[in-house]
């Protein structure tokens, strides 16, 4: 880990907005794929995995045909991998309506249907679908290459974070809707969503949780970093501490916010993320009554390999 310390970069939103928004079009694309899937508990089953090239959906088995699609954001292009063979897309240049063309059409070569749904969610001001957002957009390899990097860099943190807990956790990943990068923890203990928050959400939020994830921000706040939240949001998180000099609660966001700039001057940004998430857990189980064994000890499988059941500390 200790070489990765000095790889933490600057993220300056203007500079990787362009990219953001047509990353997150262009995301969704696949992962409508997802909502064929079961729900699981928090939409678990939506999330792209980060991978060592980009972002991956899951393998899906749909129609007799076993498939998965892989944005390579190191590499400027979608490839379509099947049973049956694979299909590559670029994204060098052209519209989000171009792209959708083509991925249907190279999608139907490998006996896939087309997505089931053509509409972009979750991003203000977009077309309605697909095939209206007519825009030219150029394909900037720095800022995908960086946007990856983020990406990478805060997922290794979150998932170690989520390593023991014991509970229902899906795993960490993209919500290819709001383009943030989640882990979440769940408990079954039923609570009401607001009645006038769009179905997904209300979905979301039928059981209890606590997410602790990954933004680039938005125009409205374009400040990336790590956020937190407790649902449903408990009294008492004013004057806390959470783990990391520089976190803080915003109550008018509803967040425990880490800014990115902040995390990079720590001494060990990995082991800073890891603190940050076990401190709004902490708030979790003494504000809202979560159950503090619901964590257990956070070893390496070296140790647990070599350890009897019977000698770890729980």
Do not use: C, H
């Given at each position: 880990m200790s070489e990765r310390l000095h790889t933490w970069p600057a993220l300056v939103y203007k500079d990787l907005a362009p990219m953001i928004d047509y990353v997150n079009r262009v995301v969704q694309v696949a992962g409508k794929y997802t909502l064929d899937e079961p729900f699981?508990?928090?939409?678990?089953?939506?999330?792209?995995?980060?991978?060592?090239?980009?972002?991956s959906t899951p393998t899906f088995?749909?129609?007799?045909?076993t498939f998965v699609v892989h944005y390579r954001l190191l590499d400027g292009d979608v490839v379509i991998e099947s049973d049956s063979g694979s299909r590559t897309l670029p994204l060098s240049k052209g519209s989000v309506a171009a792209f959708f063309a083509s991925f249907c059409a190279a999608a139907a070569e490998l006996g896939v249907h087309r997505p089931h749904s053509s509409l972009i969610c979750e991003i203000p001001d977009?077309?309605?679908?697909?095939?209206?957002?007519?825009?030219?957009?150029?394909?900037?390899g720095d800022a995908a290459r960086l946007m990856w990097t983020a990406l990478d860099l805060a997922a290794d943190g979150l998932e170690a974070w989520q390593a023991p807990f014991l509970g229902h956790r899906p795993r960490v990943g993209v919500m290819w809707g709001g383009f943030d990068l989640s882990a979440t923890r769940w408990r079954a203990q039923p609570t009401t969503p607001p009645p006038h928050a769009p179905p997904f959400q209300q979905n979301a939020q039928l059981d209890a949780y606590v997410s602790v994830g990954f933004s680039f921000g938005d125009a409205k706040a374009p400040n990336a970093g790590m956020y937190a939240y407790i649902w449903p949001q408990p009294d008492g998180l004013e004057g806390r501490s959470w783990g990391v000099e520089g976190a803080a609660w915003h109550p008018d966001a509803g967040l425990v916010q880490l800014p990115w700039d902040k995390l990079r001057e720590t001494p060990d940004p990995h082991q800073a993320i890891v603190a940050f998430g076990d401190a709004v857990y902490e708030a979790a189980v003494e504000t809202a009554g979560w159950p503090s064994d619901l964590v257990g000890p956070r070893v390496d499988g070296w140790y647990m390999s070599r350890t009897p059941p019977e000698l770890v500390e729980h």
């Open positions: 699981e508990v928090g939409w678990g089953n939506i999330v792209l995995e980060v991978t060592p090239r980009g972002l088995r749909q129609g007799g045909v977009a077309p309605p679908t697909f095939r209206d957002d007519q825009v030219e957009r150029t394909w900037d």
